[in-house]
């Protein structure tokens, strides 16, 4: 069998990292990944933010899959990992039993590589992008007519918010009925360039401020917060009605407005786990300070924050408010790394918490600047060399 | 009129501290202090948390009430105070009209002295002492026939924990349901000699660690908490019962549980709040951390955590495992006060979260070491020397 020296390797795409409104917590079933809940949630831009991604497929290749992340193997044993590659390959075995003169690369080894452009540890949820480049990256290597819709039903069993990143702009996850999951998925509620001026800030709390870290995980919140059910049953879907329309109106205010709140409430109902479950910390709640100032010194809503299962504050803002949001934020912490990648005019610190500033000064490592982004790409950079071999750099 | 010249200064009594499982929050009446549920609290030791006051009227006293904590000077105008004031004299006014041989003490300027043992600032409720001593002194200073549970009606309307503070041991705030109020009272469920066994150990956080002050109360979250009203109306009254059971059963595990359950349910409605009320800070958690650690090592819940509006610590144990608890802390806190009041046998640090340590050494100025207390008590030092001035100390 020469043929995987006649093809190149395929290439994957290059993927975007998301962050949530409504998060992504509790599962309904822990193996099929399927939520308690539905959520949406912002692409960000791949200039920023980007999982890199390429599959191949040959039988040179030793006979176990493999996967490369920042250089790094990875275990793929794992049954997640596992039920990515079962399901893409029986979707590729299908194409082949049709059509005999496809080569038969469901039967063959696959390489992953792949790369991320951020912190794996800053706690950015790397996860989710990653299970979608991967997925995504094997769809493209098997040429497989899949939707990114039914795609983001594979990639939800590797990583339940991984089924969004198959998107770019604003994307809902569905939390669907069915048992089997097949109606689990994501749709795209729009595109970027439908609302292209949403801006993110990201502030990146330093590793030593991390606090204490958390004894249990979203399996302990459902069976134990009593407050969870509520959450999921009455609070989400008001959210999820109010941003949709939010989003479809380009309506800062009741963007903001949602996005704070549900970020308040998924947080509540993980300190309401026994034992309880803090993600954020005295950093993060200073940057809650700090936007509460700017919005009080602008006289509406002018920045969002919101928390994933983590300490780092995402500040979502217009583009026509950066100097009121970003500016300000920069004013006091202008130090640190980050903000060289945009220009970022400068703002006033003037009227903000002092203990919130001086908190944030000294806990916040780096910063990230980004934006709404687009679809997934595909890329003709490659990974995997024609040699089959990881791409040195 | 002389006679205030000829009767000493009416002697109010020693006042307890009070800290609670399940504690009071939200209103469903400003004005007359009613709650939107009911709690249970337990009255420490006055051996150890004390508020002292001493009441006394003369026609000699300036026209106008004072009231005087801690030798400051405090403000009596308040709608709250005033209601206090005014429900008090109205019940000594009938005594004097069904008795004309009785003074008329209910015409004459009040003179209320106070002290507290215990730090203001290390946010220990102290108005709920405060209020209910206040009241308390000011009846006995009258010699009305009101039980305490009549009083706390009263005392409620000062500060609305107050109205537990009136007994010693195991109390319950009943909630009531009239709109006047008049249902909205106190009850013990049991005595301290009951239960004696109930230690406590506050871990003071430091000044310079409180954190990010809130800036928004109890009414905000009433009105924007999602979660609130679930918690209101199903899950405090399931902690209730099981309380009040675990109580009359000296069922420790139960008692634990649920104090730790309620204090994270509690706090998690203030994280729901809009904007959020963050009461517990990194140190706190860091708390619940060793906590969690001390349990686990006793392989049963040996402790409890529990935290009212602010970042103190409260842990619950009971006698016979001091070692297991207060002195697994003192292993590694024993370098701040509070540990000379009592003989703590040595612990063991073994075993617990060593970030969680560190955030509790960097973060804890001092400790507390009490019980479970009695009744209030009269006693005979009083704070108002002959002449009706304060007396001098």
Known sequence: MLWSSKIPPHHGPLYTKQLTFHRYWGKRDPKLNLPTNSSISVTLSQSDLRTHTT??????FPSADSLLLNSSPQDVTGARTQACFRELRA???A???SDSSLPKLSQLPLRIVSENNFPTAAGLASSAAGFAALVRAIANLYELPSSPTDLSR???QGSGSACRSLFGGYVAWQMGEKEDGSDSLAVQVAPASHWPTIRALILVVSAEKKGVSSTSGMQITVSTSSLFPHRAKVVVPKHMELMTKAILDKDFQTFAEVTMKDSNSFHSTCADTYPPIFYMNDVSKAAIRVVE?????AGKLVAAYTFDAGPNAVIYYEEENTAAVAGAVKSFLGGVDGWQSKDIPAGSPDGLDERAVQVLRDGVARVILTQVGDD??????SLIGEDGEPVKK
Do not use: D
């Open 91 to 93: 979707l590729r075995a």
């Open 95 to 97: 194409l082949e039993e």
């Open 293 to 297: 100032g700017i919005n009080a010194k």
């Open 55 to 60: 599959a191949a497929a040959s039988s040179t």
């Open 154 to 156: 594979i990639a939800r």
């Open 376 to 381: 997934p790409v595909r890329t003709q950079e």
